[in-house]
C-alpha cells in the first residue's frame, strides 16, 4: 500500500544532503508519496487542511523549530502517526512528548533510513482512517 509520508525538519542543518536525499534514495520507501516541505523552495507554507490527508509524519527533531511544532501538533489532532527522530547525543525537546512517544535516537543517516524503512513497512493506515 502506498503510503503520503510528510518530513518535517528544521532549516538548521543541510537537510537536502543529511536528510532528503537519503529517503530519497531508498529502494524501500520509492513506491511512496515523499513530501518534503522544502524541496523546491525554502519558504513552505501549507495550510491547516494539508496534514489531514497525510499517512504518517517523520520529524528530524535534532534542532528545535516552531514550525515543525505546530505541523505535529496539527497533525496530532488529525490522529497521523508520528515518529520523531533525533541525532546520538542531543536531547530533542521534552515537548515531543506531547504529541508522541515515538522518539528515537539514530546513530547515521543510514541508520535513521533503514529504522525509517522500517516503520513505513509495519504502519497500518487503514486503523487510523476507519
Not at 520509492?30 to 507554507?45: A, E, G, V
Not at 488529525?78 to 542531543?90: A, E, L, S, T
Not at 512528548?97 to 529504522?115: F, G, K, M, P, R
Amino acid at each position: 500500500m502506498q503510503l503520503k509520508i510528510y518530513f518535517a525538519h528544521s532549516k538548521d542543518f543541510d537537510f537536502i544532503n543529511e536528510f532528503y536525499s537519503p529517503i530519497e534514495n531508498s529502494e524501500t520507501l520509492k513506491n511512496n508519496t515523499l513530501l518534503f516541505p522544502h524541496k523546491l523552495s525554502i519558504d513552505s507554507r501549507n495550510g491547516r487542511e494539508f496534514y489531514r490527508d497525510l499517512d504518517l509524519i517523520i520529524a528530524e527533531v535534532t534542532y528545535p523549530a516552531t514550525g515543525i511544532g505546530m505541523e505535529l501538533a496539527w497533525a496530532f489532532d488529525d490522529g497521523i502517526p508520528i515518529y520523531c527522530f533525533h541525532r546520538m547525543g542531543i536531547k530533542p525537546s521534552s515537548s515531543l512528548l506531547s504529541v508522541t512517544s515515538d522518539i528515537t535516537e539514530y546513530i547515521s543517516v543510514e541508520d535513521l533510513v533503514a529504522q525509517v524503512e522500517k516503520i513505513a513497512s509495519n504502519i497500518n493506515i487503514n486503523k487510523r482512517k476507519m
